[in-house]
Each structure stands twice: as C-alpha cells, then as structure tokens.
C-alpha cells in the first residue's frame, strides 16, 4: 500500500494558523504520532506528508503544513513552503479553533477556491470552547463543510473523515488511464526499455512500471525489449503490436524500426497525458519554432534525482533545442517544488514528466504559463518534435493531434 505512486494518492492539505492543533489533528485522523504538537506556535516548519489508506476512498497522502499567521523572514519562507502545497492539494482542510476566524481564514478559502479544491472547515478545541451558534451559522457557509471536534479527545474526528471522504472528487480514482485503453484485453503493447548508462541499476523506472501495471490490470499483455532486441521481438509476433511504446531516447531507432502503419508513443507522452494536459503542452512545444538567439528556456524536473553523465535535462535536452533551433538558448534548470513564481524571463518550459509528482500540481504549473504567456512542452514532446516524429508519435492521441495540426496551421 505504501508505494502506491504519490501521482495516484489524493492530496489532502491541513491550513491553519499556528498552534489551531493541525498536527494534533493529523495524528488523530492517522492514529500515528506523524507530525510533532507543542504548545508552542509555529512547531511544524516544513510540509510533513502522510501516507495513508483512507478507506472506501483508498490511498490518500495527507499533508500537514506550517502555520502561516506569522510575520518576518522565517514566516515569509514557511509561508512560500505552504503556498506550494496549496498548489497540489485535490482537497483542503482549514484547521481553526472556536472564536478565531478572521480574514487569515477567509484567504486561505480563497486560495483553495481559487483553484476549485472543496474545503472542509474543521473547528479544532471544542473540548476546550465550544462554537457558538452564531458562529456555527457563519462557518457552515464558509466551507463546503463544517465539523466541530477536539484533537485532544477524539469527538469529531470521525466527522473530519466523513467530510473528506463525502467531498473527494469523484473522478479522481477514476477511469484515467496511461496505456490500457490504447491496448485492448489480450492485444500486445511492446516496451523499449534501453539499459544504457542513465538507466537505474537494477531496476526500471517509475513510469515503466506503472505502465506495465496498468496493462497487466487491463489484461493486456507487455512484451517489454531493448531497443537492440526491438526488431527480432517484433519478428516472433504473429499480429502486429496494438502499441509500441519507447523511452523518449531511442525514439529515431524505434521508428526506424516500426512500420508506419504500427501505432508509435514514448513513456513521457503518455505521462503528459497522465499526469498533464497533453493538447496543452503539444501546443507549446510549437514555441520550438520561434526560438532565438539569447532567449532562455526553463528545464523544470519534479523529483530531485541527481544528474549523471549526459542527463537528459542538463545536456540532452539543450543539445537538441540549441541544434534544432540553431540559436544559442540559454538555460536554467529547477528541480522539486522550486518551480520560479515569476516565469516572464523564459520563452519556453520544458517539464519532465512528472512521474513522481501528483497531477493537480502539474495542471497548476501548466495553468500558470498560461496565465504568464508562456508556453511549456515537456521532455518526450520535445524529442519527438526535434526529430519529425511528433505527428507520428502522437496517433493514438487523436484529440491532441488536432490541436498539434490546428496550432501549426
Ligand atoms: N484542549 C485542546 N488542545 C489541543 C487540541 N488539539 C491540539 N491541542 C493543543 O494545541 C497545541 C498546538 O497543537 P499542534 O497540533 O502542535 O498545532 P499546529 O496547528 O500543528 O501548530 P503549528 O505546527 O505550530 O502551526 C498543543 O499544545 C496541543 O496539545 C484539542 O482538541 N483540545
Ligand atoms: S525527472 Fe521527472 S520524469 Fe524523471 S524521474 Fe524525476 S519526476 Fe520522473
Ligand atoms: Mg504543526
């Protein structure tokens, strides 16, 4: 259960002021001791994140965060720390105790709602001082929806659960899939997987096995090659592949070596689809062609893996985009939740896939191009791109294929 991706796990974030009892609550919903509670405010300086199986929901990943009232340098920082989990969360809960809320709480509602994430107003402490009615009248529309409890003995925590459960999106462990409806019951997908020196060492990569996963729940069959053993593989088969599916960096063997008529698609397309918006990014990977001299390109990376020798978004990356644009870009590179607020100096984002992030921050990061006017692609588009195989790899892809035509028209 607890290596379920983080993508697939339903983000909960705990908000509040310091001391409102945030971490108590966690610990009570969780029954662990996850998150240290003190009397003293301002105890919990960085997101502390929780697994955990939320039943019927299923996987869930709470995160408790610092309290976010206070002033000065550190409160500024530990404010920034928190903005970046509203950024990710599918649903909110606004830790408050009676008699507290103020315009700090009616912000935070704002941000949520701002990005259509349901809150749950949870009145912490009423062990201590009950709600008033009034008050009660006033909260209940403050949120979607309203429970009053006590960390501390227990009453209400129950409710908390209902709320969250009642509240989830109910299309987020939906029917979304990475490959199994391309790949019907009993068709065959192949994978490349190429073992060169990038390639973890006894294992494969998160996008892989998810892919693998995903075929085997939608009983289809994996037949998972190297690029060198791709041709004799494909010989041995009776029908054609339903799918042939390759790491991004073998992309030019592997259409080499599928006939035309064999539906194409790389591991970092199917996650743009996943774990993006992928008609979006196709159309800002056509920001390729306006690339000039001196302009500057973001290569953003969710995970935090440390670059070994020609890493994709250190060197190959912009080795093909200097290539293909012939103009002498500049670079900048952020990994993890450093993702830059101001984004006006680029003229491109180049994102990786996001196999280990959840998807809602990787809408919000798209959507906040967007509103900056700047395009963003990811890895495998660019690829494909850079080499004349976008259109190819993006047939099984109807919808985002006609975006990519309509946009270059
Ligand atoms: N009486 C009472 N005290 C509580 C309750 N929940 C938490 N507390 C106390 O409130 C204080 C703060 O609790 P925390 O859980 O650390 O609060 P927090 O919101 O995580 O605080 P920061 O991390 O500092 O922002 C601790 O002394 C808790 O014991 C409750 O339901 N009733
Ligand atoms: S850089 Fe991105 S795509 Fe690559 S492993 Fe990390 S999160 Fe996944
Ligand atoms: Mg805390």
Not at 108 to 116: H, P, Y
Not at 253 to 270: E, N, Q, R, W
Request: some cysteine.
């Amino acid at each position: 259960m607890q290596s379920t991706p983080k993508a697939l796990r339903l983000h909960i974030g705990l908000f509040g002021r310091r001391n409102v009892g945030k971490s108590s609550l966690l610990n009570a919903i969780t029954r662990q001791q996850v998150s240290i509670v003190s009397a003293i405010a301002g105890t919990t300086t960085d997101p502390v994140e929780k697994p955990m199986e939320l039943l019927p929901l299923g996987p869930v990943q709470f995160v408790d965060t610092a309290g976010v009232d206070d002033e000065g340098a550190l409160g500024e920082l530990r404010m920034q720390r928190t903005r970046a989990v509203l950024d990710r969360v599918d649903l909110g809960v606004v830790v408050t105790e009676a008699g507290a809320w103020g315009s700090f709480e009616d912000g935070l509602i704002a941000e949520l709602r701002r990005r259509r994430v349901p809150v749950v107003v949870a009145v912490n402490k009423i062990d201590a001082r009950p709600l008033t009615r009034e008050e009660q009248a006033r909260l209940l529309l403050a949120g979607d929806a309203l429970v009053a409890l006590s960390a501390l003995t227990g009453e209400g925590v129950g409710d908390v659960r209902e709320a969250l459960l009642r509240l989830a999106p109910a299309d987020h462990f939906d029917s979304r899939r990475i490959i199994s409806d391309l790949v019907p019951p009993g068709a065959v997908a192949v994978l490349v997987i190429p073992i060169d020196k990038e390639a973890p060492k006894g294992r494969i990569i998160l996008p892989q096995v998810m892919a693998i996963r995903d075929l085997l729940d939608g009983e289809s069959l994996a037949l998972v090659v190297q690029d060198r053993g791709l041709r004799r593989a494909m010989d041995k088969l009776r029908a054609p592949p339903a799918l042939v599916v390759t790491d991004s960096q073998a992309f030019e063997s592997v259409a080499a070596d599928v006939p035309p008529d064999v539906p194409m698609t790389s591991f970092s397309i199917l996650m743009a689809r996943f774990q993006g918006d992928l008609t979006e990014q196709v159309r800002g990977t056509l920001a390729i062609e306006q690339l000039a001299d001196g302009d500057r390109v973001l290569v953003a990376e969710t995970c935090t893996h440390h670059p070994i020798g020609d890493d994709i978004g250190r060197v190959k990356i912009p080795t093909w985009l200097r290539g293909y644009a012939g103009a002498a870009l500049e670079f900048a590179h952020v990994q993890g939740r450093d993702f830059p607020a101001d984004l006006s100096p680029y003229r491109l984002v180049v994102h990786c896939g996001n196999c280990t992030g959840n998807r809602r921050e990787m809408l919000s990061r798209i959507h906040r191009c967007r509103e900056a006017g700047v395009p963003i692609t990811n890895y495998g588009l660019t690829i494909a791109y850079s080499l004349g195989i976008l259109e190819r790899a993006l047939a099984p892809f109807p919808s985002a294929l006609e975006g990519f035509r309509a946009a270059r028209a």
